[in-house]
């Protein structure tokens, strides 16, 4: 990945990340809670991944 992909999947965490705080602070649904979760593990992972 190039520094442009480098920075859409940093935006990409961040954006999953305030979401999941949204989703914990309104209390919603433990699925909803850990459909979240997931989707920031798997953008984290991909960032690993990539050696970044």
Do not use: H
């Not at 309104?26 to 992972?45: A, H, N």
């Amino acid at each position: 990945m190039d520094k442009r992909n480098r920075e859409e999947l940093i935006q990409l965490i961040e954006a999953a990340r305030r979401k999941l705080n949204q989703s914990i602070d309104e209390k919603r649904r433990y699925e909803e809670i850990y459909q979240d979760s997931v989707r920031l593990d798997k953008l984290i992972e991909q960032y690993i991944v990539a050696g970044f």
